[in-house]
């Protein structure tokens, strides 16, 4: 009987090596139970396992198309782009909000989310892991299995006690690298005192997920915390001790080392209320982008491309929706760039200057503006001086924005909370590597039945655009309705504004109609 036992249990350590060797060479993703266990991560890399994660589960969900679950495959799709604690916040919110996607794949889902969270340090979320663990554990030595996973459900009750303890403190937030030292630490002093023999898959998963966990606590200990609101986007100025440099530094003085604020997420429903009445063709647009920012503290949009008709109005809804959402941002009309100066020129220069992300830091004291790219299809393709597309991929990807290294400051800067917003009247000339990194959404027309409503929006801008009061702008009589409605039959807008512009000259001209 004893022998048969140990046999059993050598079977599952052997079997338990071999995945946990998959998972490091990125041909496994350990399940939540296996997480449970102690395995490493997915290429021993918590950042790569919550994107292998949501790229999974949002291919999945595509393949229901209930609108209960449209906010969760939309968080599930930012938090392939952004492995931040936030967005897996926004993912188990969603998760819990889904009452579709009721069955044993959203349980484990759930529990892998708070598995993320409480490596992240939520103590809430360690305390449901220590549970879960626990639980586990008892149906191990039920069936007089082994004991090996009592002192690692142990060592969670004790994480989240002390990360409890420290959040009532005042601290709210812990490096990943931390959580896990902690957790091997309690494992290890609890195995002692049970005398229990120390597994040769834990031994494992330490060796391989060391080096990992020493960069993640590098990292994370290069970030501010998120959850007060504010990003160091400046940490350090290059050559500071040069000319240039001191020159450079005494530009950035302001900015250096000190949280800049992030954007937070407005009312949702009011900002949509006075869009869709302003753009009542592009509801759907406006829905698109809005449930994105659903279950988030602040505003941050993955890169995205209006494409549509010329004169549709997507620039113009652009400019609006960050008006609305109380956002700072920079226009740059696509039409004269065709190298990489949009990434910055070297200080050496002349006509040296930061990129132009850095730029709209720099001029709004915000860490997370928007930059919006009008007609991008208009980019020049010539490498004669760099490509402004090879430029917008590195600041696209959440990997190489969070360490830009821009070359007039000559150091890295944190640009990852920047949203990148795009119009294009086409993508057949926009870069394929770039579109792949973006969410690309179709613009709609606005159709004849639009009329009523978009012709006295545009004549009341008209009037204020001239210095005159809204008021001014007296109600359109059915005649100058109907004569408009001759003339425009839906398309662009700009054809239309401009018959109200005709329209408001001979208004001024003949006077009123009696």
């Known amino acids: 009987m004893a022998v048969a036992a140990r046999d059993s249990r050598s079977s599952r350590d052997r079997h338990f090596q071999r995945r946990l060797k998959a998972a490091i060479a990125g041909q496994h993703l350990p399940t939540e139970v296996e997480l449970l266990r102690g395995m490493a991560f997915f290429k021993a890399d918590m950042a790569v396992d919550i994107r292998e994660f949501a790229e999974r589960l949002s291919r999945r969900l595509k393949h229901q198309p209930r609108f209960e679950i449209a906010p969760l495959a939309a968080a599930l799709d930012d938090l392939a782009v952004d492995q931040s604690e936030e967005a897996v916040r926004c993912v188990d919110s969603a998760l819990e909000a889904a009452s579709a996607f009721n069955d044993t794949a959203a349980y484990a889902a759930r529990l892998r989310v708070r598995f993320y969270l409480a490596s992240f340090g939520n103590s809430d979320a360690a305390a449901v892991i220590a549970g879960e663990t626990a639980s586990i554990a008892f149906t191990d030595v039920r069936d007089n299995r082994d004991f090996d996973l009592v002192p690692r459900a142990l060592a969670w009750a004790v994480v989240a006690n002390n990360l409890g303890n420290m959040r009532r403190a005042g601290f709210t937030s812990w490096s990943r690298g931390r959580v896990s030292r902690d957790l091997r630490s309690y494992a290890e002093e609890f195995e002692a005192v049970l005398e229990l023999p120390e597994r040769e898959a834990k031994r494992a998963e330490d060796k391989n997920s060391s080096d990992a966990e020493k960069t993640v606590a590098r990292e994370n200990a290069q970030q501010t915390d998120l959850s007060k609101g504010a990003v160091v986007v400046f940490r350090a100025i290059g050559n500071d001790s040069t000319s240039e440099g001191k020159r450079v530094g005494k530009e950035f003085e302001k900015l250096l080392k000190v949280p800049l604020p992030l954007p937070p997420v407005p009312d949702l429903t009011r900002v949509r209320k006075r869009l869709a009445d302003e753009f009542p063709y592009a509801v759907a647009v406006i829905d698109d982008l809005l449930k994105r920012l659903v279950g988030r503290k602040h505003v941050h949009f993955r890169p995205t491309v209006l494409v549509g008709k010329p004169g549709c109005g997507k620039t113009r809804l652009v400019r609006r929706l960050c008006e609305e959402l109380a956002l700072r941002f920079e226009l740059v009309s696509c039409g004269g760039l065709s190298d990489s100066a949009i990434g910055g020129t070297p200080r050496r220069w002349s006509s040296g200057e930061p990129s132009i992300a850095v730029l709209a830091v720099r001029r709004h004291h915000t860490a997370g503006p928007v930059v919006v790219l009008d007609e991008i299809e208009k980019v020049g393709t010539s490498r004669y001086n760099g490509a402004v597309h090879d ?81 001014w702008a007296a109600a359109l009589e059915h005649y100058e309705l109907a004569a408009l409605g001759e003339h425009w039959r839906g398309g662009s807008i700009r054809k239309l504004q401009q018959l109200l512009e005709a329209l408001v000259e001979a208004r001024e001209r003949h006077g009123p109609r009696q």
Not at 400 to 406: C, G, I, P, Q
Not at 427 to 453: N, W, Y
Not at 460 to 465: A, F, I, K, N, T
């Open 391 to 471: 430029v917008l991929v590195g600041l696209f990807e959440q990997e190489t924005s969070s360490r830009w290294f821009d070359p007039y400051v000559q150091s890295a800067c944190d640009l990852s909370h920047i949203s990148w917003l795009m119009t294009a009247n086409t993508t057949a000339t926009v870069s394929p590597v770039l579109l792949d990194r973006c969410r690309v959404i179709m613009f709609p027309e606005p159709g004849p039945d639009q009329l009523d409503v978009l012709a006295p929006r545009i004549l009341e801008r008209l009037y204020v655009d001239a210095g005159h009061d809204a008021r």
